[in-house]
């Protein structure tokens, strides 16, 4: 299976679909977060699908559970096979759970960003650590019926145990060695975060900024199938 998740972070379809295009059959799976789905709407999530390629729709859900339950139904009925909801309550994760129907879409909850570190945990008023926080919203999402869990990589061994065999976890932050980090503190290698027990890598930059991105893809793949 290939694990690679590539983030299109862009303005617009454009710019998106050139990268789709000159990644080919390289890459099946796309993220498709809040700046995209903005600009380019459903409309597009559907022109992927019907090319074929399974769709990660990344618009960390938060609101009333009525809310995110209509929502979840929207996004289900766009065949997107991934969607993420903020882990922060179980009456809002039941309610997705209960939107997405049969419809066959997998919900993840977001325990903690990967730009969050211990002082960003302070700033927002909470006592414990970054790894309590994640243990916490990981067993509310699993008492959920959640799918599984978006995380970092540095956590992904420990959540791995909390979740689960079944669930699916989704690693952002993921760079391989001397790549640049970016915004991201909790960052591990790819090969790091599949030894520990994540199913799927989110590359964003590494692969869309590269000065060719298919190269890199190919360079990223090989990486992995060559770790221990």
Known sequence: MNPLIVALDFQCAEDARELVTRLGGRISFYKVGL?????????????????????????KLYDIGETVKRTVARIGSLGAR?????????????????????SGLK???VTALTSFDQSDMADLGYSCTVEELVSLRVRMAMDAGIDGIVCSPLEVAAVR???????????PGVRSA???KGDQ?????????????????VIGRQITRAADPAAEAERLLDEIAAAP
């Open 185 to 201: 503190k909790r960052v591990a290698t790819p090969a790091e975060a599949l030894r520990n027990g994540a199913n799927y890598l």
């Open 82 to 102: 991934l969607a993420t909801i903020h882990g922060t309550a179980r009456s809002m994760m039941r309610a997705a759970v209960d939107g997405r129907g049969e």
């Open 107 to 109: 919900l993840l909850a």
């Open 35 to 59: 700046e995209l789905f903005t600009s380019a709407g459903p409309g597009f999530v559907r022109e992927l699908v019907g090319e074929g390629k399974d769709v990660f729709l990344d618009l």
């Open 161 to 171: 145990a909390l979740a689960g065999a079944d669930a699916v976890l989704v690693t």
């Open 178 to 180: 001397g790549a640049s």
